[in-house]
Nanobody, 115 residues
Framework: QVQLVESGGGLVQPGGSLRLSCAVS????????MGWYRQTPGKQRERVAY?????MSGYADSVKGRFTISRDNALVYLQMNSLKPEDTGVYYC???????????WGQGTQVTVSS
């Protein structure tokens, strides 16, 4: 079992920044990925950024150059800059084991970008 707890969401004006954190605990595989997903009403949950246990990372086209995912031991961060109203949504942290594809989700944190 892996437990994930997100924090750092809130209300921010367009052009502003937020940093989301995901505290990870439990029994993790040696090879895994951590991801940040975004859920907006009426849309499928989309992955906006990911990072593998080996360090490789990637981003959705919509956030490239504005968001940065990083990891520091048991914490995974999503630094979000130049935020836009379309970045509004509930952000979820995800853990996925590469070998058996077992995955876990956090409870989500709301991000609202509005003036």
């Amino acid at each position: 079992q892996v437990q994930l707890v997100e924090s750092g969401g809130g209300l921010v004006q367009p052009g502003g920044s937020l940093r989301l954190s995901c505290a990870v605990s439990g029994s993790m595989d040696s090879v895994y990925s951590m991801g940040w997903y975004r859920q907006t009403p009426g849309k499928q949950r989309e992955r906006v950024a990911y990072i593998f246990s080996g360090g490789m990372s990637g981003y959705a086209d919509s956030v490239k150059g504005r968001f940065t995912i990083s990891r520091d031991n048991a914490l995974v961060y999503l630094q979000m800059n130049s935020l836009k109203p379309e970045d509004t949504g509930v952000y979820y942290c995800n853990y996925r084991a590469v070998v058996n594809l077992q995955q876990f989700w956090g409870q989500g944190t709301q991000v609202t970008v509005s003036s």
